[in-house]
Nanobody, 126 residues
Framework: QVQLVESGGGSVQPGGSLNLSCQAS????????MGWFRQAPGKEREGFAT???????SYLSSVAGRFTISKDNLKNTLHLQMNRLKPEDTAMYYC????????????????????WGQGTQVTVSS
């Protein structure tokens, strides 16, 4: 059974930083890609950072240069370092994993991901 558990959310002032983690268990071997999504109230879930099994990375333009996705394969943990946070980054943040194309996919589409965490709230406010 696949389980993804996010941690590290919280409240921060604009310009601040947060580091999110996602502990994964039950994923088969290394043939999967992982990503971070977020959903603000009244908005659709948005994928913004993905890393595939060969560590190829894709960012949405709104976070490129501010956010960094990384994966620790030994600990099966996905990380997201978020810097220079803005109020518009406020949302529930979700970790997800998918297994299409033998793990070689850098997609931001929710439909390409099979497994989801419960989410962790990030609030950016002064």
């Amino acid at each position: 059974q696949v389980q993804l558990v996010e941690s590290g959310g919280g409240s921060v002032q604009p310009g601040g930083s947060l580091n999110l983690s996602c502990q994964a268990s039950g994923l088969s071997g290394s043939s999967y890609y992982m990503g971070w999504f977020r959903q603000a109230p009244g908005k659709e879930r948005e994928g913004f950072a993905t890393i595939d099994k060969r560590a190829r990375i894709s960012y949405l333009s709104s976070v490129a240069g501010r956010f960094t996705i990384s994966k620790d394969n030994l600990k099966n943990t996905l990380h997201l370092q978020m810097n220079r946070l803005k109020p518009e980054d406020t949302a529930m943040y979700y970790c997800a994993a998918g297994e299409r194309n033998f793990g070689l996919l850098t997609s931001h589409r929710p439909g390409d991901f099979n497994y989801w965490g419960q989410g962790t709230q990030v609030t950016v406010s002064s």
